[in-house]
């Protein structure tokens, strides 16, 4: 019940943080920007993906050119949704690390307002923009590293029968919401002096908010368009959740 009580927590951090953008909704429309540019690229590669998907998997099964029409069709059909399937989970983990790296400026502003109306805003760790940024590119890339280690294995089986389409989609949804946890609290623990093990350490100390909070968010951001509109809230909601639950000290 414990652990339970911990994932609602986790949950209730992101309307936290929905509530605190919706009293200050000049840096809701500053959080848009960066989200609204970089959906915008994304859109066009996951358009130009589902027109081509079926190629794709042409392509990739050339181990069923002597299977009859039907069966081909079939398959492509499979292999098809399944790519596409891939790329949208892709979009959705990679979305939060690529607009935090592009958005930082932004972030790192509405982050510390955030703060700032909980109290004292930590100092005495900050970076100037050009040693952040790359930092912030090696950290996502080695977030990513770590989600595709997860999600390629889930990725094959995904064509397992059954297990394909229950228990593969909820550990999808588990890995990916804790890695878009531990993008977004990145900002507020970095402000405290806390490296990336370190993050890793104390978000994996704290499984349970760590998962509600980054699986309601993956759910949210497979609805079009509701990735630019909750991002402001999400980064809101990460700086809460640090300040008072991860690292309130």
């Known amino acids: 019940m414990g652990h339970f009580r911990s994932f609602l927590d986790g949950i209730g951090f992101f309307f ?9 909704p000049r840096w809701w429309l500053f959080g848009l920007i960066p989200a609204l540019i970089v959906f915008v690229l994304y859109a066009t590669v996951l358009y130009l993906l589902g027109t081509n998907a079926l190629a794709i998997a042409d392509w990739a099964t050339p181990f069923a050119d002597g299977w009859g029409e039907g069966a081909q069709t079939a398959l492509h059909a499979l292999f098809g949704l399944v790519i596409f399937g891939a790329g949208v989970v892709l979009f959705v983990v990679t979305f939060t690390a690529t607009t935090l ?17 909980h109290g004292d805003v930590p100092t005495g760790h900050e970076l100037p923009l050009w040693k952040s940024i790359p ?17 390629i294995p889930l990725f094959f089986l995904g064509f397992v029968p059954v297990i394909g389409q229950t228990v593969v989609p ?7 919401g804790f890695f878009l946890t531990v993008e977004l609290t990145t900002l507020a623990m970095e402000r405290r002096g806390i490296a990336r093990k370190g993050r890793f350490v104390l978000l994996r100390g704290n499984k349970a908010p760590a998962l509600g909070f980054g699986v309601l968010l993956f759910l949210l951001f497979l609805i079009p368009l509701v990735a ?14 640090v300040r008072t639950r991860l690292s309130p000290a």
């Not at 936290?16 to 200050?24: A, E, I």
């Not at 912030?136 to 999600?151: A, M, N, P, R, W």
């Not at 909820?170 to 990916?176: D, K, Q, R, T």
Request: zero cysteines; aromatic letters at 8%; a neutral charge.
């Open 16 to 24: 936290q943080g929905l509530r605190w953008v919706t009293r200050h």
């Open 135 to 151: 930092r912030s590119i090696k950290d996502s890339l080695v977030t990513l590293g770590y989600v595709l280690l997860f999600t």
């Open 228 to 241: 630019v509109v909750a991002m402001p809230a999400a980064v809101a909601g990460a700086a809460i959740m």
């Open 170 to 176: 909820v550990l999808g949804a588990l890995i990916s």
């Open 101 to 117: 790296i592009l958005g930082e400026p932004f972030y790192e502003k509405l982050s510390e307002k955030v703060e700032e109306t």
